[in-house]
């Protein structure tokens, strides 16, 4: 089975750009989470996708938003990018069924984005 | 507001010796809770995970206590060994209205095991 696989890995931006990233969870899996990671601020949830609507989101501004398509693909958009949006973005599938417990989450590698 | 704290950003331990990693959480509605490990440049991979109803589950060399009247977590390797040099998140859930659980992250508690 293979497993979460994100594009690109690495990215290079400008101040003001606008960057999409794009995720593709494991086969099956329906919820699609997506992450921050930067140093000193651990992982900081962005939203999260399931059945194509967004169903958990975390408190980052309105120029982070994302989609979710119909076989489950999302897609993570920032736009005017910030130095500070320099980090490790990560995307995490799974089931998505919520079901008292854990719903294990599995994680992509993550894309590298660098705002010059 | 840090719900889940991981108090220690690193951690360093001799091979073969016992590693404790602790988190602590703020909410009394989180009833499991995870840990996942990280190696640079990979995403973080499962690694244990416990109800509130236990105090203890244990899978080889990880056991996870739970001690909900502290609110605290911790995660013990024993022996520990050099390929355990990782970031290690303790992550919480609570269970809410619907199919609707998020997890709440630590920031990582760095793991460095000296052969």
């Known amino acids: 089975k293979a497993g979460v696989t994100q594009t690109p890995r690495y990215l290079i931006k400008t101040r003001g750009q606008q960057v999409t990233l794009s995720c593709s969870p494991i086969s099956g899996h329906r919820s699609v989470s997506w992450y921050q990671q930067t140093p000193g601020q651990g992982l900081q949830f962005l939203f999260e996708?399931?059945?194509?609507?967004?169903?958990n989101k975390g408190n980052f501004p309105g120029r982070f938003s994302g989609r979710q398509f119909s076989n489950s693909r999302s897609e993570m958009n920032v736009s005017t990018l910030e130095l500070g949006d320099s980090a490790l973005y990560l995307c995490?599938?799974?089931?998505?069924?919520?079901?008292?417990?854990?719903?294990?989450?599995?994680f992509g590698p993550g894309t590298r984005l660098t705002v010059l | 507001d840090q719900q889940v704290k991981q108090n220690s950003p690193s951690l360093s331990v001799q091979e073969g010796r016992i590693s404790i990693l602790n988190c602590d959480y703020t909410n009394s509605m989180f009833d499991y809770f995870l840990w996942y490990k990280k190696y640079p440049a990979e995403g973080p991979t499962f690694l244990i995970s416990?109800?509130?109803i236990k105090d203890k589950n244990e899978d080889g060399r990880f056991t996870v206590f739970l001690n909900k009247s502290a609110k605290h977590l911790s995660l013990h390797i024993v022996p520990s060994q050099p390929g355990d040099s990782a970031v290690y998140f303790c992550?919480?859930?609570?269970?809410?209205?619907?199919?609707?659980?998020?997890?709440?992250w630590g920031l990582g508690t760095s793991l460095a095991v000296n052969p």
């Open positions: 996708y399931f059945s194509e609507t967004q169903r």
């Open positions: 992550a919480a859930s609570g269970s809410s209205a619907g199919n609707n659980r998020k997890l709440i």
């Open positions: 995490a599938s799974s089931l998505g069924l919520g079901l008292a417990g854990v719903d294990e989450q599995f």
């Open positions: 416990i109800s509130s």
